[in-house]
T-cell receptor, first 118, second 115 residues
């Protein structure tokens, strides 16, 4: 049981390049989230998904796209990289089962991807 | 909209001593959850403790405990017997248990435990 995995760990992009940040979870969680963390700041929600085929925007979606074709995978796409997208990106998942317990209400985070756009 | 405020950007504590990190939040909801996450230099986000708003009893997890004051909208984290491994960024987070179940994070407190 690997939990939430993210690839790559680090990446440097040139302005205008595109890339996909990969996120996968093996806990059969319905909910998945993408956050970005700028230096000295908390995490802000980019996109989220409540299940396969269903995605929606968070607080800071501009410049990003997502898809959720399977329960396990939730890739984040940057189409035209800009310096403002330099950040650390975290993927998280949550069970979504009914009821209240530590396992259902808690989000589990991946190790993050550090992205630099030059 | 909910907001979470952590007013202490940095703190330090001597090893084995006790430290309290502050968090306040603003919401009109009655039912919600509050969390403290730890982010060590490895950047991994690690759940420290969670509190359900409908529970009056403060949550505890070994050396970590919270002081949850619902009326004051305050949720502080107390770390007892501080250890060098507690050195990390600590984030307070709010979650409304409906809809997106998204977290609203504070800006974090950088804690350094001194030997």
């Amino acid at each position: 049981n690997a939990g939430v995995t993210q690839t790559p760990k680090f990446r440097i992009l040139k302005i205008g390049q595109s890339m996909t940040l990969q996120c996968a979870q093996d806990m059969n969680h319905n909910y998945m989230y993408w956050y970005r963390q700028d230096p000295g700041m908390g995490l802000k929600l980019i996109y989220y998904s409540v299940g396969a085929g269903i995605t929606d925007k968070g607080e800071v979606p501009n410049g990003y796209n997502v898809s959720r074709s399977t329960t396990e995978d939730f890739p984040l796409r940057l189409e035209l990289a800009a310096p403002s997208q330099t950040s650390v990106y975290f993927c998280a998942s949550r069970s979504g089962l009914a009821g209240s317990s530590r396992s259902t209400d808690t989000q589990y985070f991946g190790p993050g991807t550090r992205l630099t756009v030059l | 909209a909910q907001t979470v405020t952590q007013s202490q950007p940095e703190m330090s504590v001597q090893e084995a001593e006790t430290v309290t990190l502050s968090c306040t939040y603003d919401t009109s909801e009655n039912n919600y959850y509050l969390f403290w996450y730890k982010q060590p230099p490895s950047r991994q986000m690690i759940l420290v403790i969670r509190q359900e708003a409908y529970k009056q009893q403060n949550a505890t997890e070994n050396r970590f405990s919270v002081n949850f004051q619902k009326a004051a909208k305050s949720f502080s984290l107390k770390i007892s017997d501080s250890q060098l491994g507690d050195t990390a960024m600590y984030f307070c987070a709010f979650m409304k248990p409906s809809g997106t179940y998204k977290y609203i994070f504070g800006t974090g407190t950088r804690l350094k435990v001194l030997a």
